[in-house]
């Protein structure tokens, strides 16, 4: 079993509609969350971190946390052809620095003008 | 802030030769900084982790002869390819660890560097 589980994609979503991007984990112990955005030949770019179960919102995006169901999402609204990318998920499992983050392959999404 | 670079950007060097890439934490220091490894259409892939004055960690199946890497400051931190092959040819990411606050750490990438080797 994968500890970090995403639907490769692609997820295709008309413009101004909202894109829900979701992800699943394994270490139920997990403690902080974060999603990346990462363009086609570019390095993945830190979007949106949670730490505490319910919604945090930051502009279009809002990250939803569910530590009981062990899973995490991101929607964005209003969604822009600019915003088609593939999103990693990421899960910190532990306290600890030394943690290793551990990504999830990947969704990717295409919004279709 | 949180801003990470990387150099060289792109580099093609020849079969045998070795190609430094280094990584730096330009706003904050970072004590640890991790190694990935991406091919196209593929995920990232976790090669080490870089601490601050001790020796990386290698993940498994990563040579560590041949994948070299020193932090000797806990802003910089060095990649060098060893005797590189075509088959080394890969996008090479770095990324720095920041504390966020109490037990929180975010993981901010570098822009990566892509190594070409004929």
């Known amino acids: 079993q994968k500890e970090v589980e995403q639907n490769s994609g692609p997820l295709s979503v008309p413009e101004g509609a909202i894109a829900s991007l979701n992800c699943t984990y394994s270490?139920?112990?997990?403690?902080?969350f974060f999603w990346y955005r990462q363009y086609s030949g570019k390095s993945p770019e830190l979007i949106m971190f949670i730490y505490s179960n319910g919604d945090k919102e930051d502009g279009r995006f809002t990250a939803q946390l569910n530590k009981a169901s062990q899973y995490v999402s991101l929607l964005i609204r209003d969604s822009q052809p600019s915003d088609s990318a593939t999103y990693l998920c990421?899960?910190?499992?532990?306290?600890?620095?030394?943690?290793?983050?551990?990504f999830g392959s990947g969704t990717r999404l295409s919004i279709r003008p | 802030g949180a801003v990470v670079s990387q150099h060289p950007s792109r580099v093609i060097c020849k079969s045998g030769t070795s190609v430094k890439i280094e990584c730096r934490s330009l706003?904050?220091?970072?004590?640890?900084m991790f190694w990935y490894r991406q091919f196209p259409k593929k995920s990232l892939m976790l090669m080490a982790t870089?601490?601050?004055?001790?020796?990386?960690?290698?993940e498994q199946g990563v040579e560590k002869d041949k994948f070299l890497i020193n932090h000797a400051s806990l802003t910089l931190s060095t990649l060098t390819v060893t005797s590189a092959h075509p088959e080394d040819s890969s996008f090479y990411i770095c990324?720095?660890?920041?504390?966020?606050?109490?037990?929180?750490?975010?993981?901010?990438f570098g822009p990566g560097t892509r190594l070409t080797v004929t």
């Open positions: 706003d904050f220091q970072a004590t640890t």
């Open positions: 990324s720095a660890l920041t504390s966020g606050g109490y037990r929180s750490y975010e993981q901010y």
């Open positions: 870089s601490n601050e004055g001790s020796k990386a960690t290698y």
């Open positions: 270490d139920r112990g997990s403690q902080s």
């Open positions: 990421a899960v910190n499992p532990g306290y600890s620095s030394a943690s290793k983050i551990i």
